[in-house]
């Protein structure tokens, strides 16, 4: 008996799956939906970098990716805020794209780009939700990523700067004396301070902090992010009254 030959499966329309952690929620954001034939194709590394969202009032409020920032774009909840020389203008997803062709010709270093079915658009640096004028209340998240960027991958003992591979996290107080899991008692510390510090605290091991570790005020990526050229428009929106926020 002759095997029935399986149909094969349609291809997947490209899209953003609602548990994308790249999709990261934003209140009062629906879930991103399906794409259509103009739509983004998440190919393309722009997709990957990042944009500041100001909320309605021009506070920001967090970090997300450029393939969230489209999305929310084509569903016309939030503009583009385009920044340059200290002063700002406000573009529909429509008329950035439009935008984006004279960009294409005349500075196409400027920008990153994500290519669609039908054209080229320019990866927005900064964003505004037109219906939304809080700030969320969150706190910067205690993770390794962050107490490396807090630290600028140095060593808080001997003070050498060291590839993330080759640091890890020391509790200053440690675990079998009581020590927690906090900002104030965490600090980056190279294999070998590590070991020699072993279950003591500085004072046992007669070794000194460089730095006290602090609870940073704002997500230390952000420091890090403002020293390249590409992210300087950002620098005008972020005030440190309000930026205590995730980057996600």
């Given at each position: ?5 399986r ?8 899209r ?67 920044a ?29 780009w ?9 990866v ?7 219906g ?6 969150q ?10 960027a ?32 906090t ?19 500085p004072?046992?091991?007669?070794m ?41």
């Amino acid at each position: 008996m002759s095997k029935k030959a399986r149909r094969p499966r349609p291809a997947s329309k490209a899209r953003l799956h609602p548990d994308d952690p790249e999709a990261s929620r934003i209140p009062g954001v629906d879930a991103p939906p399906r794409y259509g034939a103009c739509s983004v194709m998440p190919i393309s590394e722009g997709l990957d970098a990042k944009v500041l969202v100001l909320n309605k009032m021009y506070m920001a409020t967090r970090v997300i990716s450029a393939r969230r920032a489209f999305v929310l774009l084509m569903r016309e909840t939030a503009e583009v805020i385009h920044a340059d020389d200290g002063s700002f203008a406000n573009y529909d997803f429509s008329s950035w794209t439009e935008l984006s062709e004279l960009r294409k010709e005349y500075e196409p270093d400027a920008h990153d780009w994500v290519k669609t079915v039908r054209f080229d658009i320019a990866v927005p640096r900064i964003i505004r939700l037109i219906g939304y004028d809080k700030l969320p209340a969150q706190r910067v998240k205690l993770n390794r990523r962050n107490l490396f960027a807090r630290d600028h991958n140095r060593c808080q003992y001997c003070g050498g700067h060291f590839p993330t591979n080759e640091l890890s996290i020391d509790h200053v107080v440690p675990r079998t004396q009581g020590g927690p899991d906090t900002w104030e008692n965490l600090v980056c510390s190279c294999v070998r301070c590590n070991s020699r510090k072993g279950g003591r605290t500085p004072d046992q091991a007669n070794m000194k902090l460089i730095t006290k570790p602090v609870r940073p005020k704002r997500n230390p990526l952000i420091a890090v992010r403002l020293t390249h050229a590409k992210y300087n428009s950002w620098k005008a929106f972020l005030d440190e009254a309000y930026w205590s926020v995730e980057l996600r």
